[in-house]
């Protein structure tokens, strides 16, 4: 959760950068907010990295709530294909970036930053050194 947050929060502060956003869930069901927060970006409108957040924010009530994904507007046929792209992103996970489930990471430009460990904090100030990296490795190339 606070590593997302951190992205957005990044992303959200003027950042050059895109997010993307792969899920490497601990356990195969359950965790409403990993289906809530694709089943966002699948309807990908204008607002999806608002609804994100405050779907971060509001973490612990929604987790700790009896409230069902129909509650927040994902249909059964919508799950399916959540259910699915986590499928994926945990094949993606396991056999190209080696890590565990649970285990978390930063992606940017191809370099894999990760696993990070489980009391490893990756901060805003940290993406903005990614970026600033990133653009400095990367443009510079492109321009000499």
């Keep these: 959760k606070e590593l997302l947050s951190n992205a957005i929060r990044q992303m959200e502060g003027g950042s050059n950068t895109r997010t993307g956003i792969i899920i490497n869930r601990l356990y195969e069901h359950g965790n409403i907010l990993n289906k809530l927060v694709l089943g966002t970006l699948i309807q990908s409108s204008e607002n999806s990295m608002k609804t994100i957040s405050d779907i971060l924010t509001d973490a612990n009530n929604i987790e700790n709530s009896l409230k069902e994904l129909s509650d927040y507007g994902i249909t059964g046929e919508m799950e399916k294909k959540i259910d699915e792209l986590l499928k994926m ?56």
């Design 89 to 144: 992103h945990s094949s993606f996970i396991k056999e190209s970036l080696l890590f565990q489930p649970g285990q978390r990471g930063v992606i940017s430009n191809g370099r894999v930053l990760g696993p990070l460990d489980s009391n490893e904090h990756f901060t805003i100030d940290d993406f903005d050194l990614l970026e600033r990296l990133s653009l400095s490795t990367h443009v510079e190339k492109i321009y000499k």
